[in-house]
């Protein structure tokens, strides 16, 4: 116990409790006295509190409010709002695995939740003024934090928020940064919108989706995208730029190349079609929907895009491509690298290349801008690294080869994984793979 901390004395304990600034979030808390009792359990997990002195100090920062939480083995401590309710709470020594699909990466040395692009702003203000990097946190779903943690701050995009108004060229929903996206894929579906639902079941939140312009299925959001609003974070003003503005390619946008780092995506104005019809380019898609329904029988809109949206859900769900607690092969960031892109001399190159091995299995491949598209997945497996390989406590789903997972492990031992993958694909096809997910070093410094 930190000997420069007061404890709650049992003396008016409720009345100290109730002007206590602190927020419980998703925490527990127990309570105790000077002597080391516990007098109140406020909920159900066991958690020592304590209230810090004006000026006390905890591993270099300053608290109004620390308790240690049992389960990580570590001390947490909360600024209260200094103007009023909205300025956020800072929250320090937060693990992050419990906000990532993977459940890896150590705690946060400052955790700000944001609900509002004010909350951003005071988030990177006090972020400056302590002189320490920020990290943003969308959904989670693709991001790998340092088993050391991040020595900065972690930004939560949690702005939400969900309209739509007709227009003549469509539906526009505008969507906040930190709704799920796959609520507002459901949302659109309902009601007959059309243009995302083959993007039904991806994880995450609605601001991740324009940073590498997810895309499955054969769509992509770049495709239905009207605008992103933003926050620029060195001057903290709100700037909107159009779907031609956002430099859209494929997984790629200036949010993830030139201007990676410089903005933080706030909401997402999106253009649907109504009543819309069967958008199923990929012939998987189409085998699945043809088995699992008549389309031809269905009206266009809510009944067509419906079986659409089942039909994608049941294809991810059989990958382990929607998170499920159940299945330990979702537990992952999705696919770990993207397809490659290669000219058409190149490709020829590797299928030479691969001729010359004396595997007569046909490489998949597929026209797309810019050039030929080659299966990452096939790639790997080729390379030697089957479904359900396994190295130590990560390794690789046993339903598709791209989703690297966390059994019982650690970031560093994802990295090896993916640098041995890599090198081998290099070594057998000359294609050097490239990573999807965003990997964030503990110092918050370019790299890794």
Avoid at 106 to 123: E, I, M, Q, T, W
Avoid at 199 to 206: M, N, R
Avoid at 294 to 309: F, K, M, N, Q, W
């Amino acid at each position: 116990m930190p000997e420069d901390l007061l404890l709650f004395t049992e003396e008016n304990i409720d009345e100290q409790l109730k002007t206590a600034p602190f927020q419980l979030g998703c925490y527990t808390l127990r309570f105790y006295t000077e002597q080391g009792k516990p007098v109140k359990k406020v909920t159900d997990t066991v958690s020592e509190f304590y209230l810090s002195p004006s000026g006390g100090t905890l591993r270099d920062s300053t608290f109004n409010l620390v308790f240690y939480d049992s389960r990580f083995d570590t001390y947490r401590g909360f600024i209260p709002p200094q103007s009023g309710r909205n300025h956020p709470a800072f929250r320090y020594h937060e693990p992050i695995a419990p906000y990532t699909t993977i459940g890896l990466g150590g705690p946060a040395r400052v955790f700000s939740p944001c609900g509002r692009v004010d909350d951003l702003r005071n988030a990177l203000t006090h972020a400056r003024g302590e002189g320490i990097p920020v990290q943003v946190l969308a959904g989670g779903s693709n991001i790998l934090f340092a088993d050391r943690g991040f020595d900065g701050m972690v930004v939560k995009v949690d702005i939400t928020g969900l309209k739509s108004e007709e227009r003549p060229d469509g539906v526009e929903v505008v969507a906040g940064a930190g709704e799920t996206w796959d609520g507002v894929v459901a949302y659109a579906v309902s009601r007959g919108w059309g243009g995302i639902e083959c993007l039904s079941g991806i994880p995450g939140s609605v601001g991740a989706t324009p940073v590498q312009n997810v895309g499955a299925y054969g769509q992509e959001v770049s495709e239905t995208i009207v605008s992103v609003s933003a926050l620029e974070r060195a001057t903290l003003r709100e700037i909107t730029f159009t779907g031609k503005e956002c430099l859209f390619g494929y997984r790629r946008s200036r949010f993830k190349a030139e201007d990676r780092d410089r903005f933080i995506i706030t909401a997402v104005r999106f253009l649907l079609r109504p009543n819309a019809g069967v958008d199923a380019r990929y012939p998987e898609l189409r085998r699945t929907l043809a088995e699992g329904a008549d389309i031809a029988s269905l009206r266009p809109g809510g009944e067509t895009l419906a079986a659409v949206r089942n039909a994608v859900l049941a294809l991810r769900r059989a990958k382990s491509m929607v998170v499920d607690p159940s299945d330990g092969n979702s537990r992952s960031v999705g696919s770990f690298f993207t397809n490659p892109i290669v000219s058409s001399s190149e490709f020829h190159r590797i299928l030479e290349r691969w001729a010359g091995e004396g595997d007569r299995s046909v490489m998949p491949s597929y026209p797309a801008s810019g050039g030929i598209k080659l299966s990452a997945a096939w790639l790997v497996e080729k390379s030697g690294f089957t479904k359900g390989l396994r190295r130590g406590g990560v390794g690789i789903s046993q339903h598709h080869a791209l989703a690297l997972i966390n059994v019982n492990g650690t970031t560093e031992e994802i990295l090896a994984l993916e640098r041995e993958i890599r090198s081998a694909v290099a070594a057998r096809f000359g294609v050097e793979l490239e990573r999807e997910p965003v990997v964030v070093p503990p110092s918050g410094e370019a790299g890794a």
